[in-house]
């Protein structure tokens, strides 16, 4: 069936350090790709998104790369900071609006 | 400010109770709200499609008499889970879209923390 998986639960970096967050994804046909950012306790923040036919896209400290060939997302974040110690989900979106969320990844910022 | 509220953020309730959630749309009206389920470390599994002046839609392996949807209004969608039990204990959230479509305008609620005893 459809899924959209992470390859790795945790992601522990140095403060200052870039880190690189991964997600693939199973549905070929899919063309709408979403990384939010969830604290403990609280609701998913958008944090960026791309389309199928853009394989990169970059926005304030934080990069989206998508490989269709491979099936392969991934986030990227310049200089992260402890305020970016969350997990980060990747996220598929159907036409419909209904999101289908991957396993998601724990980052942890090292101060 | 908060776009998409949760009401309560937390409860705690007896088996066999039916706890009713509240989601609301603060600033724009919403003719689809969405509601979540997330069991601890895990990811968020989409439960049903919440339709204002029609029936809601459930995702496969959601029983619909358990989980009771109510689009009251345009800025209003309730989940009654009911006669809960132990295994209902989760992260219960909603999420409202803006009829723009994005999912950056896609809003998602606080959550509401379900523990059963």
């Known amino acids: 069936g459809e899924s959209v998986g992470l390859h790795l639960p945790t992601l522990s970096v140095q403060e200052g350090d870039n880190s690189i967050i991964n997600c693939a994804y199973s549905?070929?046909?899919?063309?709408?790709f979403i990384w939010y950012k969830q604290e403990s306790g609280k609701g998913p923040q958008f944090i960026i998104d791309?389309?199928?036919?853009?394989d990169k896209r970059q926005g304030q400290r934080v990069t989206v790369l998508l490989n269709k060939t491979v099936k392969h997302l991934s986030l990227q974040i310049a200089a992260t900071q402890p305020g970016d110690s969350a997990v980060y989900f990747c996220?598929?979106?159907?036409?419909?609006?209904?999101?289908?969320f991957g396993q998601g990844t724990t980052l942890q910022v090292k101060p | 400010g908060a776009v998409v509220s949760q009401h309560p953020s937390w409860v705690i309730c007896k088996s066999g109770t039916s706890v009713k959630i509240e989601c609301r749309s603060l600033?724009?009206?919403?003719?689809?709200m969405f509601w979540y389920r997330q069991f601890p470390k895990q990811s968020l599994m989409l439960m049903a499609t919440?339709?204002?002046?029609?029936?809601?839609?459930?995702e496969q392996g959601v029983e619909k008499d358990k989980f009771l949807i109510n689009h009251a209004s345009l800025t209003l969608s309730t989940l009654t889970v009911t006669s809960a039990h132990p295994e209902d204990s989760s992260f219960y959230i909603c999420?409202?879209?803006?009829?723009?479509?994005?999912?950056?305008?896609?809003?998602f609620g606080p959550g509401t923390r379900l523990t059963v005893t």
């Open positions: 999420s409202a879209p803006r009829p723009s479509g994005l999912a950056e305008e896609q809003y």
């Open positions: 919440s339709n204002e002046g029609s029936k809601a839609t459930y």
């Open positions: 600033d724009f009206q919403a003719t689809t």
């Open positions: 996220a598929e979106n159907a036409n419909t609006g209904k999101l289908i």
């Open positions: 549905n070929s046909a899919s063309d709408y």
């Open positions: 791309i389309r199928s036919n853009m």
